[in-house]
């Protein structure tokens, strides 16, 4: 049986790798606009429309949830979040790139609402259910606080390809 304080860790260490897959392209889309051939402006617009993939994310885990559970739900998430940040790596058209892109924020949005729900069928008391997820929203906060500062150091040292893989490897941990 797994302990409630690594249940806890484990929800907190989803929410930082989620966090920080958030906003990994805050700071090195110039450099994926001149990878791709278009101007960073065009860039930055098809980057907030990619987060519609949150919005859908809703859809798709409600269906999901109901048809094979939280678990699987959370699993399919993280993989398909994971693959597609993957593919990101391969495509050389920005249009494809900002389609996949939403795929994968819908894959990664799958694994952060999933704890959330999981909490809500514990039936914690209001006390610890505000304590766990204040730590579920902590652990997203640091991921998105970070997020930019490490994705331009790696972008800046090796490639913003790196970066994906590093998050692919991050993801399978």
């Known amino acids: 049986m797994i302990s409630y304080r690594f249940a806890t860790l484990s929800m907190f260490a989803t929410q930082l790798f ?16 001149q990878d791709l051939g278009v101007s ?6 098809q980057a907030a429309l990619s987060y ?15 048809k094979v559970g939280i678990k699987k739900s959370y699993l399919a998430g993280v993989i398909a979040g994971s693959m597609f940040f993957l593919l990101l790596t391969q495509i050389k058209d920005y249009r494809y790139f900002m389609f996949v892109l939403l795929l994968s924020k819908c894959g990664f949005a799958l ?6 729900i999981v909490m809500k069928k514990m039936n914690f008391s209001p006390k610890v259910f505000t304590s766990n997820y204040g730590m579920l929203v902590g652990g ?9 500062t490490i994705s331009a150091w790696v972008a ?9 893989y590093g998050l692919c490897l991050l993801s399978i941990v």
Do not use: E, N, R
Not at 111 to 116: F, H, K, L
Not at 156 to 164: A, V
């Open 156 to 164: 800046d040292l090796y490639s913003w390809q790196h970066m994906i």
């Open 111 to 116: 694994a952060y609402v999933c704890p959330v």
């Open 40 to 45: 960073a402006g065009q860039m930055q617009y």
């Open 140 to 148: 997203f906060t640091l991921g998105t606080m970070f997020s930019p």
């Open 18 to 33: 989620v966090g920080l897959t958030a906003l990994v392209f805050a700071s090195v889309m110039p450099l994926v606009a």
């Open 52 to 66: 519609v993939g949150v919005m859908l994310a809703q859809i798709v885990l409600m269906i999901l949830s109901k």
